[in-house]
């Protein structure tokens, strides 16, 4: 059965199943033919995709063969081609088969924001203001409606990691889900470590100044202060810049402040003069 947002347009509908749909909702239209090999593989993709909106988008399908007319109209010359309306004008387009990324990306530049998606991206302008506690509860709201999204995934442990909460930042990261950002959640995971050991690190227990110094640092971004723990780490670089151990936690510290942080480009050219 098809959904109610997946349907076949003519000449006769497509005025009002397209255009003046596209007012209050997004429409893909698909243009395409009971011959075209490339369509067949195309359909399936675009469909999945558009069930995942849950509504949010239109998908139209246009025969060509059919409706000559629309194909002419839409200055359609090879098949498969997609296009997208909002507002009543085309705001997107391609042509031939896409890989699922690339159709995701599509989709993704004209469905309208959820209510998750706008909590998520205050929730990351928190984080880039440092506001850690704040950003948290809207963090575990987003990913209780959008569960295992790596984006918010990666947030909340940003935030944990800022307030000295270790294990559940280790055990989000630990499993953290293939996607774009895994390799940033890999940079996170010294910083959870050092955290999670840090019980077993007493002031004055350390053998040597270096390993206090250290241990020091992991204190301080436990308690959120991010800066004085990179100052105390880069100093220790400073004296070896062999020390992986002190220059994977300097970037695990520097992926909590997150790129769009300035203090997070003061620190990485800082690092750099130190290494190179």
Known sequence: ??????????????????????????????????????CKVLAPMLEKLIKETAGAIRLARVN????????????????PAVKAFSGGQIVAEFSGVQPESRLREFISRIQPPS???????????LLNQEQWAEAEPILRMVLEQMPGNPLA?????????????????????????????????????????????????????EPDEQSAAYWNAIRLAARGRIPLALDGLLD?????????????????????????????????????????
């Open 153 to 205: 995934l990666l947030g909340l442990a940003r935030a944990l990691l800022a307030q000295g909460k270790a294990r559940e930042a280790h055990n989000i990261l630990s499993a953290f889900p293939a996607s774009r950002e895994f390799s940033n959640a890999q940079t996170l995971l010294p910083l959870a470590e050092a955290m999670e050991n840090l019980p077993n690190h007493q002031p004055g227990d």
């Open 64 to 79: 060509v063969d059919e409706n000559p007319n629309l194909a002419i109209r839409f200055g359609v010359r090879s098949i």
């Open 115 to 125: 209510p998750a998606g706008l909590a998520l991206e205050h929730a990351l302008s």
């Open 236 to 276: 220790l670089l400073r004296q070896d810049r062999r020390n992986e151990n002190v220059r994977l936690t300097i970037l695990s510290l520097l992926e909590v402040l997150g790129d769009e942080n300035p203090q997070t480009r003061s620190y990485r050219r800082e690092l750099a003069s130190i290494l190179f």
């Open 1 to 38: 059965m098809t959904p109610d947002n997946i349907i076949d347009v003519t000449e006769a509908d497509f005025e009002y199943e397209v255009i003046e749909y596209s007012q209050n909702t997004p429409v893909v239209v698909d243009f395409w033919a009971a011959w075209c090999q490339p």
